[in-house]
């Protein structure tokens, strides 16, 4: 019986225990736990502000709106905080209240967990009013950006920040700077709301369009240039394939003369379709200043170029010295002429004329070029002084040369003595196994009474010099480099008072041998038949570095294969060969002349053409000199003439007969580098 109560009575302690800690385990299970198991809590925003961010006014309110999203039957339910309750405060409906200037957090907290949280920034400042863009409508093209921007109001509103928003982004979308990047073509709105919660917007309406592809733009032809004697360029706006037949080239003299010649194309070449080089046949070689036109009949083109060789702008002044009552006329060496000059010239005279002197422009048919304009003074002097002469000169094919003139006018109460620098160069003749250089020149005085006394302040060793009443002599020889000086001071022998410095400078410089040879455009050598006489051409060196000799020519030896040799200081040069019969020159731009400089092959636009006699009893080598129309000569029975038509005369005496040669020759394909006979008759 004992045994039975025990049972019970410890069946009913079990009981008890089993009771007691099912209820401490509830108690001990957290409240979050309980809704998680439940659900579970995404995430919480607030859905009334565009960004986390909210400004007030001192004493305004705002009620957030807030939204959770879960999974499951987890609670909805937040609750409100505030980092600072002296600047806003919040209570339980998420009603914000601004009290006094300054920023707090505002936290937004899920009850279901309290690790689920959204914090807004708010402001207690000076809200935006207005919010204004730079656009309210546009039209855009896909793929095409703009930029809007906004505009806040007031301008000292606490937060200025806007946020951007496309209606439809397949059409159109923007950045957070205001970048709009059209997609496709449609409608779009692009909205700027303010960011400080104000509601403040702007809007703009813009309509993208499908991008319309432009008409191709036609191909036209945007520049002609004669780049060589048998080469012409023509540059196009574009790629167009053009073939040797689609072009036509013409040539004429510049100045004057009509497009009647119609030159052979002997190939067309070109690497992107766009410039093309034509080159000439060799019988239509291009001389300085003449004139090509470039006709495309597909094209509807036509357009011309001039071929100037290289175009050379110079400096270069001279200094001229004379006495009251002396004058000047054209047989003068005051007729002012720039060799290498092409055709009619421009001038432009500044500065100031002695007193008595005027000039003009004339033509002198004497000249190499033919009928060239130069300047040319006359007059009487009439009052001394300095003065300063500018003359600027302007060819016709774009040459220019700019030069001054000093004029140093003495009288009887002033002397004027020569201020000279001069360039020379060692050179070495033929026979000489060492270089030298010899300079003998004069250095003029003038003005006074006629006669003067010299005190030489300083001289060169290697300079001797004699008086005279006129000036001094001074001769250089020397076989070295260097500056070499004389300087005297000239003293009226009447008037102690009346002086004037004399001055001359000798720069000598090293040279080497600039070497080569002239030929024809069918590779003959250009020589001359007959000795000593003129040789048919002439090679000049225009120096293109300061400090340099200004120019240096030679005639080829007319016994000679052709070949040339020029000394010359090492430096850069514009040489340019010319016939001496015709007017016919080509330039080699920018020759590099030095020690190691290779022998340079030239070619003028000249055929060789060999002159028989239609009369067999006369022996065609009487003839030696031939005269054409233009007053030009040429010697011997082998010559050199340019493509086309030419006429040339020549006289001889042969057992007591006069006799008249009459050269009528074409050049042509068939009849250069051949031999063409002249009509020779009795008197």
Same mark, same amino acid.
């Given at each position: 019986?004992?045994?039975?109560?025990? &049972?019970?009575?410890a069946?009913? #302690?079990?009981?008890?225990?089993?009771a007691v800690?099912?209820v401490?385990s509830?108690?001990?299970?957290p409240q979050?736990?309980?809704?998680a198991a439940?659900g579970t809590?995404?995430?919480?925003a607030?859905t009334n502000?565009?960004?986390?961010?909210l400004?007030?006014k001192?004493?305004k309110t705002?009620?957030?709106k807030s939204?959770?999203t879960?999974t499951?039957?987890?609670?909805k339910k937040v609750?409100?905080?505030? %980092?600072?309750k002296?600047i806003?405060?919040v209570?339980a409906k998420g009603?914000?209240?601004a009290?006094?200037k300054g920023?707090a957090?505002? @936290?937004?907290?899920?009850k279901?967990n309290?690790?689920k949280k959204?914090?807004i920034t708010?402001?207690?400042?000076?809200?935006?009013?207005?919010?204004?863009?730079?656009?309210?409508?546009?039209t855009m093209?896909?793929g095409?950006k703009?930029?809007l921007?906004?505009?806040i109001?007031?301008k000292?509103?606490?937060?200025?920040?806007v946020?951007?928003?496309? $209606?439809?982004t397949?059409?159109?979308?923007v950045?957070?700077k205001?970048v709009?990047?059209?997609?496709?073509a449609?409608t779009v709105?692009?909205?700027?709301?303010a960011k400080?919660g104000?509601g403040k917007?702007?809007?703009c309406?813009?309509?993208?369009k499908?991008q319309?592809k432009?008409?191709?733009?036609p191909?036209?032809v945007k520049?002609?240039?004669?780049?060589?004697m &048998?080469?012409?360029?023509?540059?196009l706006?574009?790629?167009?394939?053009l073939?040797?037949?689609?072009?036509?080239?013409?040539k004429?003299k510049?100045?004057?003369g009509s497009?009647?010649?119609e030159c052979n194309?002997d190939?067309?070449?070109?690497?992107d379709?766009?410039?093309?080089?034509?080159t000439?046949?060799?019988?239509?070689?291009?001389?300085?200043g003449? &004139?090509?036109?470039?006709?495309i009949?597909k094209?509807?083109?036509k357009g011309?170029?001039?071929?100037k060789?290289i175009?050379?702008e110079q400096?270069?002044? %001279?200094?001229?010295?004379? $006495?009251?009552?002396?004058?000047i006329?054209?047989?003068?060496?005051e007729?002012?002429?720039?060799?290498?000059l092409?055709?009619?010239?421009?001038?432009?005279i500044t500065g100031?004329?002695?007193?008595g002197?005027t000039y !003009?422009?004339?033509k002198?048919?004497? &000249?190499?070029?033919g009928?060239?304009?130069?300047?040319?003074?006359?007059?009487?002097?009439?009052k001394?002084? #300095?003065?300063?002469?500018?003359?600027?000169v302007?060819d016709e094919i774009g040459?220019?040369?700019?030069h001054?003139?000093?004029?140093k006018?003495a009288?009887e109460?002033?002397?004027?003595?020569?201020? #000279?620098v001069q360039?020379? @160069?060692l050179?070495q003749e033929?026979?000489?196994?060492?270089k030298s250089?010899?300079?003998d020149?004069?250095?003029?005085v003038?003005g006074g009474n006629?006669?003067v006394?010299?005190?030489?302040?300083?001289?060169?060793?290697?300079?001797s010099y004699? !008086?005279s009443?006129?000036?001094l002599n001074?001769?250089?020889?020397?076989?070295?480099?260097?500056t070499?000086?004389l300087?005297? !001071?000239v003293?009226?022998?009447?008037?102690?008072s009346?002086t004037?410095?004399? $001055?001359v400078?000798?720069i000598?410089k090293?040279?080497v041998?600039?070497k080569?040879?002239?030929?024809?455009?069918?590779g003959?050598?250009i020589?001359?038949t007959?000795a000593?006489?003129?040789?048919?051409?002439?090679? %000049?060196?225009?120096a293109k570095e300061?400090?340099t000799l200004?120019?240096?020519?030679?005639?080829?030896?007319p016994e000679s294969?052709?070949?040339f040799?020029?000394? *010359?200081?090492d430096?850069?040069?514009?040489?340019?060969?010319?016939s001496e019969?015709?007017?016919?020159?080509t330039w080699?731009c920018?020759s590099k002349?030095?020690?190691?400089?290779p022998y340079?092959?030239i070619?003028l636009?000249? @055929?060789?053409?060999?002159?028989g $006699?239609?009369?067999?009893?006369i022996?065609?080598r009487n003839f030696?000199k031939?005269?054409?129309?233009?007053?030009?000569t040429?010697y011997?029975?082998v010559?050199?003439l340019?493509a086309?038509?030419? #006429?040339w005369?020549?006289t001889a005496?042969i057992?007591?007969?006069?006799?008249t040669?009459?050269?009528n020759?074409?050049?042509t394909?068939k009849t250069?580098s051949?031999?063409v006979?002249?009509? *020779?008759v009795a008197k």
């Amino acid at each position: 019986m004992n045994r039975i109560h025990n &049972m019970s009575y410890a069946k009913r #302690i079990l009981a008890w225990v089993l009771a007691v800690t099912v209820v401490l385990s509830i108690l001990t299970i957290p409240q979050g736990e309980s809704y998680a198991a439940a659900g579970t809590v995404k995430s919480i925003a607030v859905t009334n502000l565009p960004a986390k961010q909210l400004t007030l006014k001192k004493g305004k309110t705002f009620t957030l709106k807030s939204k959770v999203t879960v999974t499951g039957k987890a609670s909805k339910k937040v609750t409100y905080k505030t %980092s600072n309750k002296k600047i806003v405060t919040v209570n339980a409906k998420g009603k914000i209240t601004a009290k006094k200037k300054g920023t707090a957090k505002i @936290y937004v907290i899920s009850k279901a967990n309290k690790k689920k949280k959204c914090t807004i920034t708010v402001t207690v400042g000076t809200p935006v009013t207005k919010v204004k863009l730079n656009k309210t409508k546009s039209t855009m093209t896909v793929g095409k950006k703009q930029t809007l921007k906004a505009t806040i109001t007031p301008k000292k509103a606490s937060n200025k920040a806007v946020v951007w928003k496309s $209606s439809n982004t397949k059409v159109a979308t923007v950045s957070g700077k205001g970048v709009v990047t059209a997609k496709k073509a449609g409608t779009v709105t692009i909205t700027a709301t303010a960011k400080d919660g104000s509601g403040k917007k702007a809007a703009c309406k813009i309509t993208v369009k499908n991008q319309v592809k432009p008409a191709p733009t036609p191909v036209t032809v945007k520049s002609v240039k004669a780049i060589g004697m &048998m080469q012409v360029q023509v540059e196009l706006t574009g790629t167009k394939e053009l073939s040797s037949s689609d072009f036509k080239i013409y040539k004429r003299k510049y100045s004057f003369g009509s497009y009647k010649k119609e030159c052979n194309i002997d190939s067309v070449k070109t690497s992107d379709k766009i410039t093309y080089k034509i080159t000439l046949d060799t019988l239509d070689a291009l001389v300085t200043g003449d &004139m090509v036109q470039v006709v495309i009949a597909k094209m509807n083109y036509k357009g011309e170029a001039a071929y100037k060789g290289i175009i050379r702008e110079q400096t270069t002044k %001279s200094e001229i010295i004379k $006495s009251v009552g002396d004058s000047i006329n054209h047989y003068s060496d005051e007729k002012y002429y720039e060799p290498g000059l092409v055709g009619l010239c421009s001038f432009k005279i500044t500065g100031e004329l002695p007193q008595g002197i005027t000039y !003009k422009i004339i033509k002198d048919d004497d &000249m190499f070029n033919g009928i060239t304009d130069c300047l040319e003074f006359s007059g009487s002097f009439t009052k001394g002084g #300095i003065y300063t002469t500018k003359i600027e000169v302007e060819d016709e094919i774009g040459n220019k040369v700019h030069h001054t003139i000093t004029w140093k006018i003495a009288d009887e109460n002033r002397l004027m003595a020569a201020d #000279i620098v001069q360039y020379d @160069y060692l050179r070495q003749e033929k026979g000489e196994t060492k270089k030298s250089c010899h300079v003998d020149l004069d250095a003029s005085v003038y003005g006074g009474n006629g006669s003067v006394k010299y005190e030489i302040l300083e001289c060169s060793n290697e300079i001797s010099y004699s !008086k005279s009443a006129f000036g001094l002599n001074c001769i250089l020889d020397t076989e070295k480099t260097g500056t070499y000086t004389l300087k005297a !001071k000239v003293t009226d022998t009447e008037d102690a008072s009346i002086t004037t410095i004399l $001055s001359v400078t000798i720069i000598v410089k090293d040279s080497v041998a600039f070497k080569g040879c002239v030929y024809d455009l069918d590779g003959h050598k250009i020589t001359s038949t007959v000795a000593d006489v003129a040789a048919p051409y002439y090679i %000049s060196l225009y120096a293109k570095e300061k400090d340099t000799l200004c120019d240096a020519s030679e005639f080829n030896d007319p016994e000679s294969d052709g070949s040339f040799q020029i000394f *010359v200081p090492d430096g850069t040069y514009d040489v340019f060969v010319a016939s001496e019969a015709q007017d016919i020159g080509t330039w080699v731009c920018d020759s590099k002349v030095t020690a190691s400089t290779p022998y340079q092959k030239i070619v003028l636009p000249v @055929y060789q053409i060999t002159i028989g $006699s239609d009369n067999p009893a006369i022996d065609i080598r009487n003839f030696t000199k031939w005269r054409s129309n233009e007053r030009k000569t040429i010697y011997g029975n082998v010559i050199y003439l340019t493509a086309g038509t030419h #006429i040339w005369t020549s006289t001889a005496t042969i057992d007591g007969v006069e006799y008249t040669a009459t050269l009528n020759v074409t050049v042509t394909d068939k009849t250069r580098s051949t031999t063409v006979k002249a009509h *020779v008759v009795a008197k």
